[in-house]
């Protein structure tokens, strides 16, 4: 075991240095990068992510704050030495190699650097929104899964009932809805949209929050977060009832089953002391890749909408003001604590099924 875990950990080193590679070349050419905005706000372009998706912000400023040589010019006559020390503030007075092979030697100290537009440094930055992720990533995660086992053993022992066919409409229908388009809905029927104020809109606490009790802090964090944890468990515990539903009916039927009953077993011993275990093997070992999957691709809208400022909001925002020293910064966390959780998925597959050995193979 020890020798698979110590294995896995090295094999983290070239995967995460290929990742950072290829999204440092993929950064390289994209336009409209740090320096050229510095330039297109000292011309007095509009560079927000309106004027991009509009054709005439900063998604053009390759174009014009650039020549035919590649040289960085002012349109409106900038001083070429100021061009250059804008290129020293941002880092691009080095080549593309020097400066990768800088990035990785302060990555390896988790030293990010500071933000290009924001005075603070990317780990404070990360530090202070990873709560925010995390608190949405881990409840979504268990109540879709207090909420999936459940239904999905009482779908397969009523397999082909009313109960199983319109709980599989239900919850199709749950995973078929957008999670951002139920978030407006949600708002609308329950936030002082138009009809009843019961839950709070914005923010993961309120600003009295450190005025309140432990108890009313408690409740006022679980108050904040039913509506946005209510739009990404809707959407996300349809395939996890039905892997719950398939995995059952796939034991139910094998030999051990009969045998056991012919033992005189009751149907709860039977289902519970031997079905579950290995009909639960897949659905468990499942659970870190469904919080990478909640974590890190289901909460950016959600975040958005209830302005909830996560690493979800925090990369957007850096993407669209390419703010470089966060992108990265962000990426690197992401890739670490996936490829951390990916491997505790392992463990924990090895754990439910002893008869698994990764360290056996070849």
Known sequence: MSSYILRRLLLMIPTLFGIMLVNFAIIQVAPGGPVEQMIARLEGFDVNATSRISGSGAGDLQYSA?????????????????????????????????RFIQMIRNYLTLDFGDSFFRDAKVIDLIREKLPVSISLGLWSTLIIYLISIPLGIRKALKHGSRFDIWSSAVITTGYAIPSFLLAILLIVLFAGGSYWNI??????????FDQLSLFGQIKDYAWHMVLPVTCMVISGFATLTMLTKNSFLDEIHKQYVQTARAKGLDEGQVLYGHIFRNAMLLVISGFPAALIGILFTSSLLIEII???????????EAAINRDYPVVFGSLYIFTLLGMVIKLIGDLTYMAVDPRIDFEARD
């Open 66 to 98: 650039q020549d035919e040589s590649g040289e960085y010019r002012g349109r409106r006559g900038l001083d070429p030495e100021l061009i250059k020390d804008i290129e020293k503030l941002y880092g691009f007075d080095k080549p593309a190699h020097e």
């Open 306 to 316: 209830f302005s909830l400022d996560g690493l979800g909001l925090l990369s957007y």
């Open 199 to 208: 839950f709070p809109l914005r923010g993961l606490v309120s600003d009295n």
